[in-house]
């Protein structure tokens, strides 16, 4: 789908749905640079698996809400790769809290982590996005469009990145760049390969297929919006 000598950046790229996206986009020929807070030994495996995809990778440890340390990881992936023309904000913090009990310090992490990183990755982009274009692609969920409780401030943030996604979408289209938002649902992340069943509390929610997502089916999705394909496809939740 994706031609080879393409690079992304992907934001919380070291675990669950972020790694899923990571191997699949190094499977289709794309250079990959995964950013979390730390290395560890998940940066470290993923790495190596991506490696082993026949492609190039880097890990960049760095705080998603930190401006500075944003813009230098982007500066280092495009140095490395030459350009950075796919961005994939994974990273995000969720929490269950009330309302009474949510501190405007929490509150605000939330906010900085999901909507604040979303902003911060996509213009610190700008710069090493080569003139053919490239995407970015977001991630909301269900508590943006139907609400949650204990879940405000994440239905907040999430609600956000989805405006910002419609938003850019307009504002970069004359530089060949699509932006789209995946709400992925509940997706398991224990590696079942059928999906986990659903709890009554989750059947609650109307999942028509009956289970949890995979983490590779949400990687799937991602592949279509950032391929030749997908480059119709923009300001899409």
Not at 86 to 92: E, F, K, L, M, S
Not at 174 to 179: E, Q, S
Not at 185 to 211: F, H
């Amino acid at each position: 789908m994706t031609p080879a000598r393409r690079a992304a950046l992907i934001t919380g790229g070291t675990r669950r749905i972020g790694r899923a996206v990571a191997l699949a986009l190094a499977r289709d020929g794309m250079h990959v640079a995964v950013l979390s807070r730390r290395r560890d030994e998940d940066a470290d495996r993923t790495v190596a698996d991506l490696v082993a995809c026949g492609v190039d990778a880097l890990h960049l440890a760095a705080d998603v809400t930190d401006e500075g340390a944003v813009r230098d990881s982007f500066a280092a992936a495009a140095a490395r790769f030459g350009a950075v023309d796919t961005v994939i904000h994974c990273a995000g913090l969720r929490s269950h809290t009330a309302l009474e009990s949510m501190s405007l310090a929490h509150w605000r992490d939330v906010m900085a982590t999901n909507l604040d990183a979303a902003f911060l990755c996509s213009r610190a982009a700008l710069a090493h996005v080569p003139a053919t274009g490239g995407r970015i692609v977001f991630f909301s969920g269900a508590a943006a469009a139907v609400g949650a409780p204990l879940r405000a401030h994440v239905a907040a943030a999430k609600a956000g990145v989805e405006g910002l996604t419609r938003s850019l979408a307009t504002e970069l289209a004359g530089r060949r760049i699509t932006v789209n938002c995946i709400a992925p649902g509940i997706v398991d992340t224990s590696g079942n390969e059928d999906g986990t069943a659903l709890t009554p509390a989750m059947q609650q929610l109307r999942i028509p297929a009956g289970r949890q997502g995979r983490p590779e089916e949400i990687a799937a999705a991602v592949r279509l919006l950032v391929s030749h394909e997908g480059a119709y496809i923009t300001g899409q939740v």
